[in-house]
T-cell receptor, first 114, second 109 residues
Framework: DGGITQSPKYLFRKEGQNVTLSCEQN?????MYWYRQDPGQGLRLIYY???????QKGDIAEGYSVSREKKESFPLTVTSAQKNPTAFYLC?????????????FGEGSRLTVL | KNEVEQSPQNLTAQEGEFITINCSYS?????LHWLQQHPGGGIVSLFM???GKKKHGRLIATINIQEKHSSLHITASHPRDSAVYIC???????????FGKGTLLTVNP
């Protein structure tokens, strides 16, 4: 079945460690997004990519990095520079550019810093 | 900056009731999305609309561009409709959607 797969579902990290969250899609979508969700807040955009080998910072990119070497894959690295990384992370893709494309989400990855 | 406000924050209903969730935004937009998030965390897109009204099964979404307001209606609500409903708005060539904080709906049998 077509869809977006995020892994791991749960991840625990010690302070000072970098961790990478995986996002893979087989929907043949060009646009991919990473969002962060915190309790009581709306989703916030971390990074987005419109095409392979290109990506742009979102509203809260500090302490995060991404790559887009393949159309299907858009991994997110949470670096030690991210001061408050404990959150729920959602990856999404869209068949259209801009805000008018339907969004397809993964099941999310919950990161906890110990 | 586009602000998106949802109301109510929490809503409890009895099975079979008609549900309305509201979404207001502050600037002109190209698209308004309604999303559903289940307790496990996964999010499903329900509607994307830029004008008028859309219907899918028991769900209806409307938007009034002049009033900068959208509503999501659920007819004959069912316990499986219990979820967080999220509104998101975006405009022009900006790739950024602004998301509301969500409405937690609980439908009791």
């Amino acid at each position: 079945d077509g869809g977006i797969t995020q892994s791991p579902k749960y991840l625990f990290r010690k302070e000072g460690q970098n961790v990478t969250l995986s996002c893979e899609q087989n929907l043949n979508h060009d646009a991919m997004y990473w969002y962060r969700q915190d309790p009581g807040q709306g989703l916030r955009l971390i990074y987005y990519s419109q095409i392979v080998n290109d990506f742009q910072k979102g509203d809260i990119a500090e302490g995060y990095s991404v790559s887009r070497e393949k159309k299907e894959s858009f991994p997110l690295t949470v670096t030690s520079a991210q001061k408050n990384p404990t959150a729920f992370y959602l990856c999404a893709s869209s068949p259209a550019q801009g805000v008018t494309g339907e969004l397809f989400f993964g099941e999310g990855s919950r990161l906890t810093v110990l | 900056k586009n602000e998106v406000e949802q109301s109510p924050q929490n809503l409890t209903a009895q099975e079979g009731e008609f549900i309305t969730i509201n979404c207001s935004y502050s600037v002109g937009i190209s698209a308004l999305h309604w999303l559903q998030q289940h307790p496990g965390g996964g999010i499903v897109s329900l509607f994307m609309l830029s004008s008028g009204k859309k219907k899918h099964g028991r769900l209806i979404a409307t938007i009034n561009i002049q009033e900068k307001h959208s509503s999501l209606h659920i007819t004959a609500s069912h316990p499986r409709d219990s979820a967080v409903y999220i509104c998101a708005a975006g405009g022009g060539s900006n790739y950024k959607l602004t998301f509301g904080k969500g409405t937690l709906l609980t439908v009791n049998p």
